[in-house]
T-cell receptor, first 114, second 111 residues
Framework: EAGVVQSPRYKIIEKKQPVAFWCNPI?????LYWYRQNLGQGPELLIR????????DSQLPKDRFSAERLKGVDSTLKIQPAELGDSAVYLC????????????FGPGTRLTVT | AQKVTQAQTEISVVEKEDVTLDCVYE???????LFWYKQPPSGELVFLIR??????QNEISGRYSWNFQKSTSSFNFTITASQVVDSAVYFC????????FGTGTRLQVFP
């Protein structure tokens, strides 16, 4: 069974530029999570989807971050405009239902903002 | 407040040594889950174990063992006879409405 797929794996952009990350969860998983992991820190949840609905986006900086999960499968996380402090690894995870103990993580996208 | 503390930032051992990674948590909930994840250099978080708050039995899986003590709010992880492949960052996490991770412990196992 294929795991969580993320692309790109690495991205380098200049500040004020937009950037987007893509995630394809494990087939059949209806819960999808986006986390941000700063250097030397543990991951922090940005947003959680149940199918197409964002059920927890309280930690998402809504002034510059947006996310969507059309059709309840793939998801895209966007930053516009990017700031230097956005440099981090962005992790996507999925679970078969709203059970945190079955989260499966993708390899992440390492973003560097210069 | 809910919080996970991993006081050990980095641990270095020589192969075949035993090593214990500490985890202390804070929560007001009576029902919760605790986890350990491994993050190798490739970056992907690998699930190792889940423990619910009502199950204080220690668990052993091969060279890995976990000691959950509710009285001290600790969930420590021991690797017996460490190997170079165990080198990674290990995260302890607590489930509330979302997973709350500690800052991780980087384990380096030298041959």
């Amino acid at each position: 069974e294929a795991g969580v797929v993320q692309s790109p794996r690495y991205k380098i952009i200049e500040k004020k530029q937009p950037v987007a990350f893509w995630c394809n969860p494990i087939s059949g998983h209806n819960t999808l999570y986006w986390y941000r992991q700063n250097l030397g820190q543990g991951p922090e949840l940005l947003i959680r989807y149940e199918n197409e609905e964002a059920v927890d986006d309280s930690q998402l900086p809504k002034d510059r971050f947006s996310a969507e999960r059309l059709k309840g499968v793939d998801s895209t996380l966007k930053i516009q405009p990017a700031e230097l402090g956005d440099s981090a690894v962005y992790l996507c995870a999925s679970s078969p239902r709203d059970l945190l103990y079955e989260q499966y993580f993708g390899p992440g996208t390492r973003l560097t903002v210069t | 407040a809910q919080k996970v503390t991993q006081a050990q930032t980095e641990i270095s051992v020589v192969e075949k040594e035993d090593v214990t990674l500490d985890c202390v948590y804070e929560t007001r909930d009576t029902t919760y889950y605790l986890f350990w994840y491994k993050q190798p250099p490739s970056g992907e978080l690998v699930f190792l174990i889940r423990r619910n708050s009502f199950d204080e039995q220690n668990e052993i899986s091969g060279r890995y063992s976990w000691n959950f003590q509710k009285s001290t709010s600790s969930f420590n992880f021991t690797i017996t006879a460490s190997q170079v492949v165990d080198s990674a960052v290990y995260f302890c996490a607590l489930s509330e409405a979302r997973l709350i991770f500690g800052t991780g412990t980087r384990l380096q196992v030298f041959p």
